[in-house]
Nanobody, 128 residues
Framework: QQQLVESGGGLVQPGGSLRLSCAASGFTLDSYAVGWFRQAPGKEREGVSCISSSGGSINYADSVKGRFAISRDNAEDTVYLQMDNLKLEDTAVYYC?????????????????????WGQGTQVTVSS
């Protein structure tokens, strides 16, 4: 069974940093684009960033540009989301998902079924 496992979430003060990791179980990530999504309480799930299988194509939501950086290490079969200068509004459960491509529309979340696999999520809380 293909599963993704997120880690690295936690509680951080505004202006702080966290690095999230997304690893695969039961398959390898290197053939897939990977996206990060988040869902805050009472809000729709939204796309944050994605990276193509080769790492050559990257997209970010406007709300995180200049603060978040996505990367992948195919040797470690892991995708990372470095989050700097965190804001209160970044508080959410963060999920990673696989897709065939990373294009701007990849971040336009509509349905879970539009993506190949999902993780269970990791909580990020930004609070003073």
């Amino acid at each position: 069974q293909q599963q993704l496992v997120e880690s690295g979430g936690g509680l951080v003060q505004p202006g702080g940093s966290l690095r999230l990791s997304c690893a695969a179980s039961g398959f390898t990530l290197d053939s897939y684009a990977v996206g990060w999504f988040r869902q805050a309480p009472g809000k729709e799930r939204e796309g944050v960033s994605c990276i193509s299988s080769s790492g050559g194509s990257i997209n970010y939501a406007d709300s995180v540009k200049g603060r978040f950086a996505i990367s992948r290490d195919n040797a470690e079969d892991t995708v990372y989301l470095q989050m700097d200068n965190l804001k209160l509004e970044d508080t959410a459960v963060y999920y990673c998902a696989t897709d065939l491509f990373c294009v701007p529309s990849t971040l336009s979340f509509r349905r879970r079924e539009d993506y190949l696999s999902w993780g269970q999520g990791t909580q990020v809380t930004v609070s003073s």
